[in-house]
């Protein structure tokens, strides 16, 4: 089957502007992550959803980042008001949860960039 | 705070000579460590895990409770193993997120 698919693959936004990212993870998977990855700072968790429960939002930067999940499957992140500081690559992952051993399938990422 | 670190950010070496790439990681409790790696213009994608207790690709990584260290180390480099390379760990085992180190890139030449 096909794995984690995230688009667009590049993004190239102005300041300000608020961008949406998208995820689409492996079926049947019911964990659902969002994770951000930047010269220097590595791979930081943003944001984690399992099943109907609600989602866990600590890793999120600021209030300008939100994420949505509908359905159960896909999954939006949305950055307002977007910040230089925002350009990374975003990576989303699935898993089966604690049930599969935790492995995390990635996606391809998304690569922002704000000017 | 649960923290991974690895001290280096990038590690040349020759090809056949050995490799091990440092982790080491704050957490009281039982973690659970991974290594991930991600290869030239590819995914990010599990190598190992501790509980499995397995060598993938010749690489191994013992969990050191007293160290609080997860080293990956193999005996003879390739020059195939040139990539970037992610210890996590995984503080329960309710699926929740990975604490990522900051990676440590390997090169290997011949």
């Known amino acids: 089957g096909a794995g984690v698919s995230q688009s667009p693959s590049n993004k190239v936004t102005e300041k300000g502007k608020d961008v949406e990212l998208r995820c689409d993870p492996i079926s049947g998977h019911t964990a659902l992550y969002w994770y951000r990855q930047s010269l220097g700072q590595g791979l930081e968790f943003l944001i984690y959803?399992?099943?109907?429960?609600?989602?866990?939002k600590s890793g999120l930067p600021s209030d300008r980042f939100s994420a949505e999940r509908t359905g159960g499957s896909v999954s939006t992140l949305t950055i307002q008001r977007t910040q230089q500081e925002d350009s990374a690559v975003y990576l989303c992952?699935?898993?089966?949860?604690?049930?599969?051993?935790?492995?995390?399938?990635f996606g391809p990422g998304t690569r922002l960039t704000v000017t | 705070a649960q923290r991974v670190t690895q001290p280096e950010k990038l590690l040349s070496v020759f090809k056949g000579a050995p490799v091990e790439l440092k982790c080491n990681y704050s957490?009281?409790?039982?973690?659970?460590l991974f290594w991930y790696v991600q290869y030239s213009r590819q995914r990010l994608q599990l190598l190992l895990r501790h509980i499995s207790r397995e060598s993938i690709k010749g690489f191994t990584a013992d969990l050191n409770k007293g160290e609080t260290s997860f080293h990956l180390k193999k005996p003879f480099a390739q020059e195939e193993d040139s990539a970037m390379y992610y210890c996590a760990l995984r503080f329960n085992q309710a699926g929740t997120a990975l604490i990522f180190g900051k990676g440590t890139t390997l090169s290997v030449s011949s």
């Open positions: 957490y009281s409790g039982s973690p659970e």
């Open positions: 992952a699935s898993s089966r949860g604690w049930q599969g051993g935790g492995e995390q399938y």
């Open positions: 959803f399992q099943g109907n429960s609600a989602p866990d």
